[in-house]
């Protein structure tokens, strides 16, 4: 097997993995509106402010909570089951104000109680992620699978110093 087609194909596999993994998550969301719920009490909460210089500053929901299950104690930072979500500062500051001071209302896996979210439900674009991944997945394999001589020399020549 050529490099290119190597690379083909680890390529093929990543996006399947993650395809997968997003569609795993995408289950839980769906799954997390009809958990049972209990009352927990933030370790933190904050805005974590990721700069890049190319671009402006992104922002995200920081925290870190603690609640009781069963007479147990468990610890998340979770707040959806979601991929990636920056946003801009205003959203930001307002989801973290809305859990305010006091007590949070944390919905929890009355299976696996360790796992656990703030805001139950799906987010937007929850369910394209991992369809384009799989898509991915599917057009990498079938260059694979059923033109390994011109996928051999597309990527030889995108890895080519063009």
């Keep these: 097997m050529s490099l290119a087609l190597g690379l083909i194909l680890a390529a093929a596999i990543i996006f399947c993995a993650l395809s997968v993994y997003h569609f795993w998550l995408a289950n839980l969301a769906y799954a997390s509106r009809r958990w049972p719920s209990v009352s927990g009490r933030f370790i933190f909460a904050g805005v974590w402010v990721s700069?890049?210089?190319?671009g402006p500053p992104t922002y995200s929901s920081?925290?870190?909570y603690r609640y009781e299950v069963g007479g147990k104690e468990f610890e998340s930072s979770r707040i959806r089951f979601a991929g990636f979500d920056p946003r801009h500062q205003f959203d930001t500051n307002a989801e973290v104000a809305s859990f305010g001071k006091?007590?949070?209302?944390?919905?929890y896996d009355p299976r696996c109680p360790s796992?656990?979210?703030?805001?139950p439900g799906p987010c937007r674009g929850m369910v394209l992620t991992p369809v384009v991944y799989l898509v991915l997945s599917m057009v990498l394999a079938g260059a694979y699978l059923f033109v390994p001589?011109?996928?051999?020399?597309?990527?030889?020549?995108?890895?080519?110093?063009h």
């Excluded at 700069?51 to 190319?54: G, P, T, V």
């Design 102 to 107: 006091g007590p949070v209302s944390v919905v």
């Design 149 to 161: 001589n011109e996928a051999s020399l597309i990527l030889h020549w995108l890895l080519d110093d």
């Design 62 to 64: 920081s925290v870190h």
């Design 51 to 54: 700069e890049d210089a190319e």
């Design 115 to 119: 796992r656990s979210c703030l805001i």
